[in-house]
């Protein structure tokens, strides 16, 4: 049975729901860390919010782990290309808390149109200054939309509705779907350039660290109100005082910080800034449904092998892991046998995929393919980390997809290159689930794979498949299938060989030293 530790303070329908699936869970909200340290050796899976922290000496400890779902958007608090290598999935929610973010991004920018922070102290404190607090109206205002995502698009809807310009920047907006939303869609330094608020719900990354920098201020419209409930780093912080004090940023709306929990900042105390205590996903609706949600992906995980919102390896929906399983498993059978034929150092993988496979999510193939290739030679290797192995490896990974007439509903071609020679293996699958091998290195043949087979290349003379059978029967190891295949030279055949027992090595050589006999291997696929 599973076994699964939420370590951060999920709902406990997430407790529930793992249970539901017959999951064994422990709930430790706020363990330390020294006691995580020591415990998460006995876990599969790991269900975490913004607390716990899953670093690479927590990763290397978790021996058993196979999967860490993040109860939220963000995987900053978890290392992910350490996870990535020792081959678990990280999962998160990114659709969970989309409108509570976007409401609490809406809420702040009017907070700040119209001084509600500052107003309400005020007023608290027995003041009556109406004329100090002099707001503005959102209505025809222009908003520059920085990310145009779940979360994004939610915020542009609403602005719309408001009766806003919506401008928005995301390098994967197609024009046709800013059509569709009601936005234009524009580079970003030209949105910035005409805003009169600006919001961002990008995530940060080496190239959207401080997106809002001093020189973009600079070039800002004086006046303009900057929003932030993505992530702390977008903004430079001392860059957004500075322009603030001048006066040329009439005032932000933070919910997030450079360094979380934010006991210290030097925008502290600044009236014309709104600051939020990372609360965009604080909503007891929120946090139900990530909490439902990341315990239900993570039971799929660990059950069906289901994998959704991973950020380091393709998803597969139930869907498509029912379409794909017959083609995952033809994909597993060709890496294994190219794994096992390859004599030196791969360069270059390229898969080509014909029919209906072509129609298909082929992402996770990739992943399960090199898995099959690399398994040869590394034991950890697994779906996960098998793409990042191969980038380790220095080997080059490509695809190719055909839409052209074939004689098989759908193949998969694997074309390997290495430093000495090149391989092309194809396979494709009989009566919709039965994978076969249809040709390997030019010559067409049809093979079933099963759990121990022979291999061999051989001179296409008579003679051979008499000598063959005689040293396996001599060895008492039982033929089950022979599979043959012949160039159209006749000058070179392929076997592949089904057999009951394991070949011995002093059989394997005899086979080797027979006349005409150019390669001999001993293959597993279990």
Known sequence: MPKVLISDNLSQRAVEIFKQNGI????KAGIKKEELLSIIAGYDGLAIRSETKATKDLIDAATNLKVIGRAGIGVDNVDVP??????????NTPFGNSTTTAEHALSMMMALARQIPTAN????AGKWEKSKFMGVELCGKTLAVIGCGNIGSIVANRALGLQMRVVAYDPFLTAERAESMGVVKMELDAALAIADFITLHTPLTDSTKYIINEPRMAAMKKGVRIINCARGGLVDEKALKAAIESGHVAGAA????EVEPAKENILFGMEKVVLTPHLGASTSEAQENVAVQIAEQISAYLIR?????????PS???RESAELKPHMLLATLLGL????????????ITLEFDGQIAKLNTKPIHSILLQGILASHDENVN?????????ERGISVGETKFDRDSNYKTMITLRVTTDKQSYVFSGTLFDGDKPRIVEANGIKLEAALSPIMLYTVNDDKPGFIGSLGRILGEANINIAHFHLGRNNAKTEAISMVSVDNLIPIDVLKKIQSLGGVQRAVALLFQ
């Open 24 to 27: 064994d869970v422990d709930f």
């Open 82 to 91: 350490t996870a990535t290598t020792r081959g678990i999935v990280v999962m």
């Open 121 to 124: 102290a005020s007023t608290h």
């Open 254 to 257: 933070l919910d997030v910080f």
């Open 305 to 313: 092998g289901e994998i959704m919102n991973a950020v380091n390896i």
């Open 316 to 318: 597969i929906t139930a």
């Open 337 to 348: 046998l190219a794994g096992q034929l390859v004599e030196s150092a791969i360069r270059t």
């Open 383 to 391: 779906m996960v980390n098998a793409i990042h192995l191969a980038k």
